[in-house]
């Protein structure tokens, strides 16, 4: 697979496969996979070259088993024999009440989440760790401190911040220095309203997560006829219309890293293939007019 890099000279940097498997469906979808299944689906992202894993402890049913997916994420490492090279990436700042998602970013709780997180993946410090949503109770700087403190504590080695501002993303820069490496907003074919965060991420070195990169778990069975011009590409090449997709978030810039969801090992290996897949600037003219 096509490999790119997170980090910088100031913090070290980390060379990933350029599709990672965002972790969240295999807790959150209904109905989700089985253990043994959801494991099955880590093993596949692995058997295709993914190295970047993304999960947060806020993914899961309900509050009552808060930190289901980081479990699921580290057990199935485990089963994998603990792979070298794998950069699992998650996430505090979100919390749940009941089934419901409330946010907290004061440093109290990112401290007290970022420790919890180190014991459910079984790690002494985490490879990424990122700052889940803006909390409009806490100043974003509070919260960006909280990061920093992290970092300096030795519980993070890198930080990143999720559903953030060019302003916010500036701000973090200031305050975590090289430690803060990545941006995970929203992006896809029919949600293109973060073009400005990923451009300026790629002017300052920073990885661009996009979340969601085919619009959703119910939007991805329907992007074959939501995304006709993605889809007429996909006809000609001969594969899918989410290894086009995924390419087409790739040829964005250099620093740009999709990290699909995934319920089925199948999905992941048809995923995975999108990093290989070359489109043509003609190609990639229409699919931006698209």
């Known amino acids: 697979m096509q490999q790119r890099t997170i980090g910088n000279a100031g913090v070290g940097t980390v060379t990933v496969g350029a599709i990672g498997l ?9 109905p989700r996979p089985a253990p043994a299944e959801a494991e099955a689906v880590v093993h596949a992202a692995l058997d295709a070259g993914v190295t970047l894993i993304d999960t947060a402890d806020a993914y899961a049913r309900d509050e009552a088993e808060f930190g289901h997916n980081e479990e699921l994420v580290a057990r199935a490492l485990r089963s994998a024999g603990s792979p070298d090279g794998v950069l699992v990436a998650t996430k505090g700042g979100h919390t749940r009440r009941g089934t419901e998602w409330e946010l907290d970013g004061s440093p109290s709780y990112l401290r007290r989440a970022c420790e919890a997180s180190l014991r459910r993946l079984g790690v002494e410090a985490i490879g990424l760790y990122q700052f889940h949503r803006p909390d409009p109770a806490t100043p974003w700087e509070e919260s960006m401190g909280a990061l920093r403190e992290l970092v300096d504590a030795g519980l993070v080695r890198m930080a990143g911040i999720s559903n953030a501002d060019v302003g916010q993303i500036d701000a973090a820069r200031a305050i975590v220095g090289d430690a803060l490496v990545s941006v995970q907003n929203q992006f896809s074919p029919g949600w293109r309203s973060s073009a400005g965060e990923l451009a300026h991420c790629a002017a300052t070195g920073l990885a661009f997560l996009p979340w969601s990169p085919f619009g959703g778990v119910s939007a991805a069975k329907e992007l074959g006829s939501t995304a ?5 590409v996909a006809d000609e090449l001969g594969v899918s219309v989410h290894q086009v997709t995924l390419a087409w978030h790739l040829a964005q810039a250099e620093v740009v890293l999709p990290i699909p969801g995934a319920s089925r090992p199948g999905s992941v290996t048809d995923s995975a293939a999108g990093a290989d897949l070359e489109l043509s600037p003609e190609q990639l003219a229409r699919l931006a007019a698209s």
Do not use: N
């Open 228 to 232: 006709a011009e993605f889809a007429a």
């Open 22 to 30: 965002g972790a969240m469906p295999l807790s959150t979808k209904d």
